[in-house]
């Protein structure tokens, strides 16, 4: 297999334009690897199959944007959870609607099947979570206790529990057959966005926002692991199928955890960015993520990364050491395990339901017959690829005359293209230019610059070659004069320098040919190249250590005063780079804005917003959508109510904050429909905030 030849641990598989707006949910079939769902803003669900670009079946019928989607365990049924609340579970083999389902007030957050049986789980940003039967209208039972947006639902694979983990930073257990909620577990300190049983053991996997893993024991209903090192927020979990570690998905990177005692196993770069969902298949897990109307797949070969050994040190894993056993082995030997019914018939599920009153109550659930009917004409599966539908959907009662197809690894580049790319590049350029002139070296008593990097051209798109000036008079014995810099003619620079690429930044093929004219050779030296190689390393190392310093300023002045001053800090010491660092931390914490901090960072955001870097105008639209969001009504009630009579400096005060921040708003609206004409998905997003800030024109 080509997979089995190559040096590549990870790799994306393909990126492609999944809808004809932004994509707002992913989800992989586990049980293949190989199905994908998305759900986009254009109120569509797209069924493909992973690493083909065409789309094999597009579901239509929902009104509203759709939020959530999850396949069911034989991946033969899809359900999707809109904007508006409604949720409507499509039938594949059949190719059409099965299900309509009625009930939440709100948003969908999400969708979980059970492993067996007819049942299906949701929750809302109305904070239920309702319990329903495909088979019939109406759900069956509701589970309430949440005081925040359910983000992540999961059954026990026995079938008899349910899992629900919260904005509200708690995880909750529910008992099935009786109804209620058995426990609760409350040590993550902010929102928990995933959560995955194991599957063969009595142990339940958290990971939140706080950037950690949490690993709790469901007899004894106690905490027996924190797994950290994750420098982002944990947006994806998974156990092997044998349950010996656990794969964690994170901001570009996947990370392998053991249990008991706790540690990393191994740490491996994925450009994949917020990861969305993780499937395991032959050996390989497949990680896909969207941005905008974008969704990419990557892959990670398991046969090459590392799933034992690795010694804990005050929480670090140090893998060049022996994995001392823990004195009180308390592991997966003494831990019960999960007991499967001996049939999958839904009738073996005891379920507790609500009473037929509850369930006729005037929320929507219950709707006629007729509009049942006209809801699924309206309804339908559009086949755009026959022959992919009739290999992954053919029923499974059709008699085949040849043994079906079993899935393979998915091949990987047997080296990166781009290292090969400027290799053969650096080798005609040495051959066709032996000169080169000497590059002014860089004065050591010069003032050291903040330099930002420069996106280079993929060298086997690009054409371009480096042009010297050869000239043909005779050295003198006098210096001559110095000539003309003449720039190098390459591809025109694109404007915004992308948060994820895979084009080296700063690379010049050029530094590496010879600097003296007197080498004519076309070989470097050892010395030469290494000289070439170092070249600009201290001048980073400067700008590193002086960021670090300034980070640690911010972070004294925090912890010292308050956030207003240490964001005060941030803006003064005019490096963006700085402010993006602090936003992407409150950002995540909606709770610590105040009116303060807007007037202080609005102007820093309309910066963020010009900015050339993609994830410099991520954060500013972020930190505007949250400012829009909190603020907005009070600042227009606040400009709107009438004069009161007597002094009131508070009100005055606020009144003052209110106007600027009014003022600066409104400069930045005009900035984002300017955005907003873009093509692109750049575009894209900035008319996303231009519908948010169009109270800004009343």
Known sequence: MAAANTTKISWRLQEFEAHSSSVSCLALGKSSGRLLATGGKDCRVNIWAVSKANCIMSLTGHKNPVECVQFNMSEEQVVAGSQSGSIRVWDLEAAKILRTLMGHKANITSLGFHPFGDFLASSSMDTNIKLWDVRRKGYVFRYKGHTAAVRSLAFSPDGKWLASASDDSTVKLWDLTQGKMITEFKSHTAAVNIIQFHPNEYL??????????KLWDLEKFT?????????????????SSDGSCLYSGATDSLRIFGWEPNRCFDVVPVGWGKVSDLAVCNQQLIGVSHQLSCVSSYVVDLKRVKKSGGAVIRGIVQDDQPLSEPGDP????????????????????SVKQSSDADRRSPEGERRSLSEDEADEKVSSAEIHNAEDFKEIFQPKNAISRTPPRTSEPFPAPPEDDTILAIGRQLKDMISAFPEKQQAPPLSSSAPVQRVEPTVVSSIKRSTASVVVPVTSNPPSSAPPPPPPVTMATSKPHPKIILS??????????????PLSPLNRGGALSDDEALSQLKKGHDTMCVMLRSRHRNLETVRSVWAREDIKRALDAAVSMNDLSIVVDILNIINLQPSLWKLDLCTTI?????????????????????????????????????????????????REERHQKCRSCCRQLKNLSNVVKNKAEQVGRHGSAFRELQLIMTPLDD
Request: hydrophobic residues 35%.
């Open 223 to 239: 905490m027996i692991g924190s797994l950290e090192g994750d420098t982002t927020p944990v947006r994806s979990v998974f156990f």
């Open 204 to 213: 339940l996997a958290s990971g939140s926002s706080d950037r950690t893993i």
């Open 602 to 650: 609005l102007p820093p955001i309309d910066q963020l917003l010009h900015s050339k870097y993609e994830s410099y105008i991520q954060t500013g639209c972020t930190s505007l959508k949250l400012i829009m969001k909190h603020f907005w009504m009070l600042i227009s009630d606040t400009l709107k109510a009438t004069t009161s009579v007597g002094v009131d400096i508070t």
């Open 330 to 349: 308390k592991g997966s030997a003494l831990r019960r395990n999960y007991e499967r019914p001996t049939t999958t018939s839904s009738s073996s599920q």
């Open 500 to 513: 994820t690429r895979n084009e080296p930044i700063g690379l010049n093929v050029s530094d590496f040919l």
